[in-house]
Nanobody, 132 residues
Framework: QLQLVESGGDLVQPGGSLTLSCAAS????????VGWFRQAPGKDREGVSC????????DYSYSVRGRFTIYRDNANHTVYLEMNNLKPEDTAIYYC?????????????????????????WGQGTQVTVSS
């Protein structure tokens, strides 16, 4: 059972930056495609970004495109979400998720890789609060 651990959440002012990390407890994250999701109070969990197994493909939701960057360091078995120009509406619990589908986040699987039902494994989440 893959266990994912997120870190890096914090309180930040509007316009600020944060980088979230997602790691697997057994160091095997490079065998999985990874997605980042977020859930604000009273709202559904929404897909933010994803990256393919080898990092060659990525995708972003419209709301974060141009501000967030996902990348992976397979040597250190970690996936990062760099978040810039943060807005109050980015406030949420951020989750990373993983799945072994080879096509995940490549655009070739015929499915939307920013949907929650695509992923098998989930972390516990890390809180990001954007407020002055």
């Amino acid at each position: 059972q893959l266990q994912l651990v997120e870190s890096g959440g914090d309180l930040v002012q509007p316009g600020g930056s944060l980088t979230l990390s997602c790691a697997a407890s057994d160091g095997t994250l490079d065998s999985y495609g990874v997605g980042w999701f977020r859930q604000a109070p009273g709202k559904d969990r929404e897909g933010v970004s994803c990256v393919s197994k080898r990092g060659g493909y990525s995708d972003y939701s419209y709301s974060v495109r141009g501000r967030f960057t996902i990348y992976r360091d397979n040597a250190n078995h970690t996936v990062y979400l760099e978040m810039n120009n943060l807005k109050p509406e980015d406030t949420a619990i951020y989750y990373c998720a993983a799945d072994q589908k080879l096509s995940l986040c490549t655009g070739y699987g015929g499915y939307d890789s920013l949907r929650t039902n695509v992923y098998t494994y989930w972390g516990q989440g890390t809180q990001v609060t954007v407020s002055s």
